[in-house]
């Protein structure tokens, strides 16, 4: 059965400073995904990775994905209170399962 | 283009009731999947949808059934609705090919009483 870690579930940070936040999985897949969500909203699309090695940056925001290790991580750099939301890691199995299995989240609060 | 579409946003119902929820994926997309999200349980996975075939399902109780018509719109049912069944409910549409990523609409709500 296919498990998606992610750690930390909390951070706290103040503005400018980085941080990351890592997502570990279980069964071998190379489809990755990482979503934000805002309080009482909708998952919204951040980065889709596709193959080892992959790396994606939007912003301050910056995934990779290492399918040797099953680790992904998200880097936030120089943050910034917006960035404020819960973040969310999911994989799917290899094959194409069209099913998400996702990390139980973890939920950023930047400080000014 | 228009994103994935679900309807309603908010819904109140009382336990023992049944409940239709609704979604249109985007244009073009024929794969539609359902998710619950709930504090304590997260965001796991219903069924997914493909042409009007189910091909892969979670696990969540018969009371929980979907399906899907020949424009790829889909809807989820819930019978004998328990307060348990509190949740938002997602739906995320995708396009096939290596590629395509999970796009996910605005969910429903939904309070059990």
């Known amino acids: 059965e296919l498990k998606v870690e992610q750690n930390p579930l909390f951070l706290s940070m103040q503005e400018g400073k980085n941080y990351t936040i890592y997502c570990n999985y279980s069964t071998t897949s190379d489809r990755l995904y990482w979503y934000r969500q805002d309080p009482g909203k909708s998952l919204e699309s951040l980065f889709v990775?596709?193959?080892?090695?992959a790396v994606k940056q939007e912003g301050r925001l910056m995934a990779s994905l290492d399918t040797k290790a099953r680790l992904s991580t998200l880097h936030i750099t120089a943050a910034v209170h917006d960035l404020s939301a819960t973040y969310f890691c999911a994989v799917d199995l290899q094959g194409g399962s069209e099913k998400l299995v996702f990390g139980k989240g973890t939920k950023l609060t930047v400080n000014p | 283009k228009a994103g994935v579409t679900q309807t309603p946003r908010y819904l109140i119902k009382t336990r023992g009731q049944q409940v239709t929820l609704s979604c249109s994926p985007i244009s073009g997309h024929r794969s539609v999947s359902w998710y619950q999200q709930t504090p304590g349980q997260g965001l796991q996975f219903l069924f997914e949808?493909?042409?009007?075939?189910?091909?892969n399902k979670g696990n969540f109780p018969g009371r929980f059934s979907g399906r899907q018509f020949s424009n790829s719109r889909s809807e989820m049912n819930v019978s004998t609705l328990e307060l348990g069944d509190s949740a938002l409910y997602l739906c995320?549409?995708?396009?096939?090919?290596?590629?395509?990523?999970?796009?996910f609409g605005s969910g429903t709500r939904l309070t059990v009483v």
């Open positions: 995320a549409s995708r396009r096939e090919g290596p590629g395509g990523g999970y796009t």
């Open positions: 990775l596709l193959s080892n090695g």
């Open positions: 949808y493909f042409s009007e075939t189910q091909r």
